[in-house]
């Protein structure tokens, strides 16, 4: 057995081992924990400055920050509502957002897809119709004047219908701006012919008569009998015999000697001499008498009226037994 002595010298040796490992007064242990402390203080300051580096990165009014916030809200609403788990954290709730999104996106995706496939389809068709219509139009050039024609025809009617719109509105124009005159002329009881003599008569450059003392009080150089389909023209000597000089100076075509059966277009022909003088000897006009013998209806008898007054004034005359040779033709061919 182990002597007492051998005893204290075996503690005496461990304590000055003990003192040995001593660094001013601290175990290895303690050594360590302070080391891991520090550690820990160290990695606490990195990370404290990284959130603080990824807050300045990211300004708060930033779409990324409002996205962020949202996705925030979102996580803790969805916690306490019990749509998400208790324990999921916002990174991971996050990232199924992103997923359910970029799903979204692919099913958009597809259905345009599949919108263009239609489109195709149908552009596909129209250009097989279009193929087919180039290949009926080739086997038969006769289609392609025949469209050509109708166009032309479109055309034209447009045409047609653009100048009568035109002419519609002028019409209506000169409608309204003669409305009063029309109303004076009512009041007055001068039929249109009637009012127009006396305007020219009284105003200061009003046309004169190229035969006779006014418009008012014409020499008559003709009287005219319509009938349907022609004019018979008989001159007034009485008339004639005043104004002789003035006879022998109208144009050839004018000059009508003995009584004539014209027709339409012989009688426009002829009485475009009379405007032709007019023009030349201070714009006059001549005065006509007017017979109604022949015409079937109103509307010939206003044609016919409105013809001859292109061309003079026309003055009706109703008792047929004036006319200046007393009788008028009953029927007349005219070839």
């Not at 999921?88 to 263009?116: H, N, R, T, W």
């Not at 339409?264 to 009485?271: I, L, N, Q, V, Y």
Request: glycine content about 4%; charged content about 30%; overall charge negative.
């Amino acid at each position: 057995m182990a002597s007492d002595r051998d005893l204290l010298a075996n503690i005496s040796g461990q304590s000055e081992d003990y003192r040995k490992g001593l660094v001013l007064g601290f175990t290895m242990a303690e050594i360590m924990l302070i080391l891991l402390f520090l550690l820990l203080l160290l990695l606490g300051k990195e990370l404290r400055d990284l959130y603080s580096e990824l807050d300045s990165s990211i300004p708060k009014d930033s779409v990324q920050a409002s996205v962020g916030k949202d996705i925030e809200e979102q996580w803790k609403e969805a916690v306490e509502n019990g749509i998400a788990p208790k324990d999921m954290p916002l990174d991971q709730y996050a990232g199924k957002l992103i997923f359910k999104s970029e799903a979204d996106q692919l099913d958009v995706l597809a259905a345009q897809i599949k919108s263009l496939r239609e489109q195709l389809k149908t552009k596909e068709l129209d250009i097989e119709r279009l193929n087919d219509l180039i290949q009926e139009l080739e086997s038969d050039p006769e289609y392609i004047k025949d469209l050509e024609s109708q166009l032309a025809e479109a055309k034209d009617r447009l045409e047609d219908l653009v100048a009568t719109e035109m002419a519609l509105a002028e019409a209506e124009k000169k409608v309204e701006e003669s409305k009063p005159l029309a109303d004076a002329l009512a009041e007055a009881n001068l039929s249109q012919k009637e009012g127009q003599q006396c305007l020219l008569a009284c105003g200061a450059t009003g046309r004169p008569a190229c035969w006779g003392e006014s418009i008012q009080n014409p020499d008559f150089i003709y009287d005219i009998a319509m009938y349907d389909d022609y004019f018979w023209v008989a001159l007034r000597e009485e008339s004639l015999a005043k104004n002789l000089d003035k006879w022998n100076n109208l144009p050839n075509k004018a000059r009508i000697e003995t009584p004539t059966f014209l027709s339409a277009s012989d009688f426009r022909k002829r009485m475009t001499g009379l405007v032709e003088y007019g023009k030349t000897n201070d714009n006059c006009v001549f005065s006509v008498r007017l017979f109604d013998v022949g015409t079937s209806t109103k509307q010939m008898y206003k044609d016919l009226r409105q013809l001859v007054g292109n061309y003079a004034y026309e003055t009706p005359v109703r008792d047929t037994s004036r006319w200046t040779e007393g009788a008028f033709p009953e029927t007349l061919i005219i070839e």
